[in-house]
């Protein structure tokens, strides 16, 4: 008997945000609003309405733009299953992408909103002030391969930090370290160099002011045993038990964001069909990148939830 194809559903992390997400899924669907009022009452503040009116200012904030994104994410998700979808397939794998790591962990239930959104919300906190501590920034290298910016990082001291597809590689570090990247890249005959927009050189040794506050709050968080496999983004392995995924959660903040190996893992596992669950497109983008021959869906809200349903022909 042939076996069926398998699924993934993958959540966005750090830079996927935009004024007004999330607002159609809270009007639409009782269990996103939900998952909004849940959030805003665990946090003390309505993160809900920084999602939906901003300012902007406030929400890429990354104490704030974190649990935004995680809860957007979860919304969505709670919305698809709420939508249900005949026939509409479950994951076999969850996968986040940094920040995305924790919404892949509620998917999965070894993590709950409440602890998920104050833990994000700490994270943030800690990483701005690492950036305090230590300034430094991100810069996306594009058109290279790894071997190269291996070397680029290497002779500029830098660090890469997010290796998320062929030809697209994140080096971490200060700003004097990041320009000779962009200088010593140009030479190399890089495509692109596109600076990130946040407060400091995450995935980085600069981060490490934060990692023992960090892992003492992530030690005192309740995980439970996934349900669903989740890849780590770590090893591109999957997490199977709590302390696995406490380990995870400290040394994914200070390590690279292994994510075309994760998918790759994935894919070699059988999955066929990747569905983006969250705000912004960019997994989808980066998952064509990395294969161009499998299925990839986006599903960001009451318009994506829709179509699917029109196109699996109806709801139960």
Known sequence: MAELPKVAYVFPGQGSQSTGMGQDLYNSYPSAKEVFDGADASLGFPLSRLCFEGPEEELKKTHNVQPAILVVSLACLKALEEANIANFPSPTFVAGHSLGEYTAL???GALGLTDAVLLVRERGRLMYEA???NPGGMLAVIGLDEETVKDISFRSGTEISNINCPGQIVVSGAAQALAEVDKLARIKGAR???PLRVSGAFHSALIEPVLAEF???VSNVRFQPPAITVISNVTARPLHNVDSIKEELVKQLRNCIQWQRSVEYMMHSGV???YEIGPGRVLTGLIRRINSEFQTFNISGVE????LAYKE???N
């Open 106 to 108: 509620i998917a999965a």
């Open 131 to 133: 950036g305090l501590k």
């Open 192 to 194: 692109a160099l596109i």
């Open 215 to 217: 892992s003492r709050i």
């Open 272 to 274: 066929t069909t990747f």
């Open 304 to 307: 994506d939830i829709t179509q």
């Open 313 to 315: 022909g109806s709801t």
